[in-house]
T-cell receptor, first 117, second 114 residues
Framework: AQKVTQAQTEISVVEKEDVTLDCVYETRDTTYYLFWYKQPPSGELVFLIRRNSFDEQNEISGRYSWNFQKSTSSFNFTITASQVVDSAVYFCALSESKKINNNDMRFGAGTRLTVKP | DSGVTQTPKHLITATGQRVTLRCSPRSGDLSVYWYQQSLDQGLQFLIQYYNGEERAKGNILERFSAQQFPDLHSELNLSSLELGDSALYFC?????????????FGPGTRLTVT
């Protein structure tokens, strides 16, 4: 069964600090996809990144970067020079590629990030 | 704006009642997913439809049902409502193909059962 663990329930940082949100996953599949979503106080879920299990290259997008390590089953998310607008709940999710056209995505419990000015 | 629309935004109803939540996917997306977000259960996958057919089921109660219509919009029906059904219900859509793609979420419907 697929499972996603986000051990950090809440994190509070001061603006301009770097922060890393941890995500550990469990799956028996060799092919799977990992995602990060952001849920700001307004409530919508915003897609941030998708990564498949065959691509371990780290990705950087502006102040955001992701570190995918299959050896430790982790897909961590780092925000560099955090800003108040980064305050949100961040979710990591996993989808196993057992069937085409079937994307049963399982979410972690989320990490609430508060960035203080 | 994700391109996924959901109506209504808020819904307040009484226990025992039945409600229908509506979702229109992004243009071109054939798959629609429904999720429930509550404080105690987190974000849970309920059900997926692909081009009108049920494709996957998650933790969906028997009192809940969904369907996807020929125009690809979807409805989630919740009946015999209980206080514990109060939650934020999200609809999401995605393209499909030979790999798994990201899902784009609507703004959600906040259901309050009193």
């Amino acid at each position: 069964a697929q499972k996603v663990t986000q051990a950090q329930t809440e994190i509070s940082v001061v603006e301009k600090e770097d922060v890393t949100l941890d995500c550990v996953y469990e799956t028996r599949d060799t092919t799977y996809y990992l995602f990060w979503y952001k849920q700001p106080p307004s409530g919508e879920l915003v897609f941030l990144i998708r990564r498949n299990s065959f691509d371990e290259q780290n990705e950087i997008s502006g102040r955001y970067s992701w570190n995918f390590q299959k050896s430790t089953s982790s897909f961590n998310f780092t925000i560099t020079a955090s800003q108040v607008v980064d305050s949100a709940v961040y979710f990591c999710a996993l989808s196993e590629s057992k069937k085409i056209n079937n994307n049963d995505m399982r979410f972690g419990a989320g990490t609430r990030l508060t960035v203080k000015p | 704006d994700s391109g996924v629309t959901q109506t209504p935004k808020h819904l307040i109803t009484a226990t025992g009642q039945r409600v229908t939540l509506r979702c229109s996917p992004r243009s071109g997306d054939l798959s629609v997913y429904w999720y429930q977000q509550s404080l105690d259960q987190g974000l849970q996958f309920l059900i997926q439809y692909y081009n009108g057919e049920e494709r996957a089921k998650g933790n969906i109660l028997e009192r809940f049902s969904a369907q996807q219509f020929p125009d690809l919009h979807s409805e989630l029906n919740l009946s015999s409502l209980e206080l514990g059904d109060s939650a934020l219900y999200f609809c999401a859509s995605s393209v499909e193909g030979d790999r798994i793609y990201e899902q784009y979420f609507g703004p959600g419907t906040r259901l309050t059962v009193t």
